[in-house]
């Protein structure tokens, strides 16, 4: 049924459908309306064979959702930013040990300084933690894509993480169409896992490898994203049988087959991306966009191929890796080697600050002068005069204090 | 595309408006987008929340900067919140107070300015001061596109029984308010 709906709800009513049978969540994680419809679905029993449990942490919410996992059961959690984080070795059990946990992340940027806006710095952080890890452009591409994500997880066993930008998606009403019951019972089969804890046939989970065997555990690990490259496609065309809607698989390009420039991003801002394409479309110019769907594994392939007619590829990243930054456009740089295409990082919509269609404007009048990276929409005014004043001053006190107190005199990007 | 902007303080349901009038404008066979200024959800601090309408998908993910219309449910604001900034050409302005616009002390503004009473009409029949809902019975008699019924029926999908019942008349006494001060009575 299409339905104007928040998003968190949206997805709640997704995951309901997918017949979770363990939820365990953290409730400030922080966290989204998502576990919180879902615990009120399990209380009234709309969600039925389901056990919903409230944990003291993010660590513990997947740890239980290891074992539960462990014994055969269809599990689901959802986090954000900081609660990721204290998630994080527990991330890492869950896909080595191989158990198809499917999680949402409402992204959001990672403190210090505190700050609960978007962007991706959590998913970021665990972008080699071994779990796949998708990217929704809208609240209807992110119910599709975790319905996909539990079938996708548990024909691989491998976890599942789908990436929903926080506030941006998650807060926001728009209409989505709601899968039935029926429709999502005859896409997604009961779980069969490839290990199950069982008394009459005991095994050991969570084995110590050493020297002589680490390493090609690890390597399988690895081979499963191989496989996953082939089998998203696989459950997209799948689920358009099945739902009849499109569903972008690892990517997607759009206006890119004679495009000479093409933009690459993951999330939301595909959508304000798009709208510039028609834009520049409009003015005649040749302009594309890819919208990577899947992070992890990574796509080369399909970068490739969409990417094939552009002689400039501009990778928005909201994500600043200090000491590097780029880390999407190093990919994609890598995917497009000796392909002679420019691969332009152009980080931004850092800690909620918006990709505007005026910000993307400002970046195509200067395309042809960026530096690499760009920063956009930054203001250099106020990085000059803070810089400035720690050159004066030893004891220059707290960085984000000082930036605060300098944006406050000098103006800037203000939020309405 | 129609742009709506929600100017007001945490608690006075300027979050809730604005999803309303997505869910009327939805009923209403319209595509719509609402969505919170992010983050400060605390009572009484400046909050945004905005809406869009359109005939078509809605893909555009920022904050409204260019609103058609601008609902200012806290009068208090006017002076400390640049609420016209950005505001389109032909922008009107809705704005909670009970005294007429040419007393609020605005001077000249880029944005035709309009009053209802929300806050008073919300005590008389709601007991507390929730201004939002009238706004949206204001604004359905600003806008050809959006009309009252339907956002009472949004308002019924999310408030049942006596408190939606309620609501609706609040949004009613403000349609009729706004109608009567636009001469369209």
């Not at chain 1, 660590?59 to 204290?86: E, N």
């Amino acid at each position: 049924m299409r339905k104007q709906i928040e998003g968190s709800q949206a997805i709640a009513a997704a995951v309901q459908c997918c017949r979770p049978e363990v939820i365990s969540c953290y409730p400030i994680t922080p966290q989204t309306h998502i576990v919180e419809t879902l615990s009120a679905k399990v209380k009234s029993g709309e969600l039925e064979n389901c056990e919903f449990i409230n944990v003291e942490s993010e660590f513990a919410a997947l740890s239980v959702l290891i074992g539960a996992s462990a014994a055969g059961a269809r599990t689901y959690t959802a986090t954000a930013s900081q609660g990721l984080l204290y998630m994080a070795e527990a991330v890492y059990n869950a896909s080595g040990m191989g158990f198809p946990i499917v999680m949402t992340i409402g992204n959001r940027a990672i403190g210090a300084p505190i700050n609960i806006w978007n962007d991706h710095s959590d998913s970021m952080s665990m972008r080699d933690a071994g779990w796949v890890q998708l990217y929704a452009e809208s609240n209807q591409e992110a119910v599709d894509l975790h319905i996909q994500a539990f079938r996708l997880a548990e024909s691989l066993s491998l976890p599942v993480m789908v990436c929903v930008d926080g506030f941006v998606l998650t807060h926001a009403f728009e209409p989505v169409e709601i899968p039935s019951q029926a429709q999502v019972d005859s896409f997604l089969p009961s779980f069969d896992p490839v290990q199950v804890l069982d008394p009459e046939n005991p095994i050991s989970m969570g084995t110590m490898v050493g020297p002589n065997a680490f390493f090609e555990v690890r390597y399988l690990h690895h081979e499963k994203h191989l496989r996953a490259l082939e089998r998203i496609p696989t459950i997209a065309r799948e689920f358009e049988k099945t739902f009849g809607r499109k569903a972008a698989g690892l990517a997607e390009g759009y206006f890119h087959e004679d495009a000479e420039t093409i933009f690459v991003a993951l999330g939301s801002m595909n959508g304000t991306i798009k709208d510039f394409v028609d834009l520049r479309r409009a003015r005649g110019e040749k302009v594309g966009c890819i919208k990577l769907v899947s992070y992890r594994p990574f796509p080369s392939e399909v970068v490739r191929s969409l990417a094939d007619s552009a002689q400039r590829v501009i990778c928005v990243e909201k994500h600043l890796a200090p000491g590097t930054c780029g880390v999407v456009a190093s990919e994609v740089r890598h995917a497009l080697q000796h392909s002679g295409k420019q691969v332009q990082a152009v980080i931004g919509g850092i800690g909620g600050r918006p990709i505007s269609l005026a910000a993307l404007d400002g970046l195509w009048a200067e395309r042809n002068r960026l530096d690499e990276p760009h920063f956009l929409g930054l203001n250099w005014e106020v990085i000059g005069s803070v810089l400035e004043n720690q050159k004066k001053i030893r004891r220059s006190g707290p960085v984000a204090e000082s930036v605060v107190k300098t944006v406050a005199e000098k103006g800037g990007f203000h939020g309405i | 595309m129609f742009q709506v902007r929600f100017h007001g303080r945490g608690g006075q349901g300027a979050v809730t408006a604005a999803e309303l009038l997505s869910v009327a404008a939805f009923n209403e066979g319209n595509f719509a987008q609402a969505f919170p200024s992010f983050g400060s959800e605390r009572m009484g601090a400046p909050v945004a929340s905005f809406c869009r309408i359109s005939d078509k998908e809605i893909r555009l993910r920022e904050p409204i900067e260019h609103p058609d219309i601008l609902l200012v449910l806290d009068p208090t604001l006017l002076h400390h919140v640049p609420i016209f900034e950005g505001a389109s050409e032909n922008a009107q302005c809705l704005i909670n107070s009970t005294h007429s616009v040419n007393d609020l002390g605005l001077g000249q503004t880029p944005v035709r300015l309009l009053h209802v009473p929300a806050s008073a009409i919300a005590r008389d029949v709601l007991g507390v001061d929730r201004p939002n809902t009238a706004l949206l019975g204001g604004l359905a008699a600003l806008c050809e596109s959006i009309s009252l019924s339907a956002i009472q029926d949004a308002i019924r999908s999310r408030f049942t029984g006596e408190i939606g019942e309620k609501n609706c008349a609040v949004a009613q006494k403000a349609y009729a308010y706004v109608k009567a001060e636009v001469g369209d009575a």
